[in-house]
């Protein structure tokens, strides 16, 4: 069944078409969610209300943008919401807390793989530190493979400003990582 046909069934209150959306984007919205509050717990947790959310405002859903658009646009906003009620806890937060992190490939020696864990730890610490406003472009976009047209569309910003932020965003997480590690300016990897 295709996704218009599983949204039209989904606003007349098919929870089984429903079920085959939340089944499509779940890993999406989880992924979303886990770069915004970096807690496998919280991010769950997100992801659940999230389609909650969804669910309740599909009849408000007038197809103006695509389905995923929308979805995301929900699952943002409902991750700000958890950053500023949790901002204290955020602020404190440690690359210990960040989490281990697993990886797929075989071929990797275990100092590889080791070396790659401790390399995203940085980095997701790192960008835990920078402005809302930085992460969640990061987020969006490097994170989650975004396009500048769909981060435009669900933060409501002009792709120029999708632009000019992602671009000082990585500056500033350059420079959080060039502090962490303790080197200076250059092209780091990012």
């Not at 717990?41 to 309740?56: M, T």
């Not at 919401?81 to 992190?101: A, F």
């Amino acid at each position: 069944m295709d996704e218009k046909e599983l949204i039209r069934r989904s606003q007349t209150g098919d929870g089984e078409a429903f079920g085959v959306l939340v089944e499509r984007y779940k890993g999406k919205v989880f992924s979303l969610a886990y770069g915004f509050a970096r807690d496998r717990v919280a991010a769950d947790d997100l992801a659940q209300e999230v389609f909650i959310k969804a669910y309740f405002s599909l009849p408000k859903f007038k197809a103006r943008s695509e389905f995923g658009t929308w979805l995301y646009r929900i699952a943002v906003n409902h991750a700000k919401d958890y950053l500023r009620k949790n901002r204290s806890r955020l602020r404190d937060m440690s690359i210990e807390d960040v989490g281990e992190q697993r990886l797929a490939a075989e071929d990797m020696s275990q100092e590889d793989i080791r070396a790659e864990e401790e390399r995203r730890a940085l980095v997701l610490a790192a960008l835990g530190r920078l402005p809302e406003k930085y992460r969640n472009i990061v987020t969006l976009r490097d994170v989650e493979g975004m396009s500048y047209e769909d981060i435009s569309r669900i933060l409501d910003l002009s792709p120029g400003t999708v632009d000019s932020r992602l671009h000082r965003a990585r500056q500033k997480l350059r420079e959080k990582l060039a502090a962490r590690l303790g080197y200076e300016g250059g092209d780091n990897g990012l």
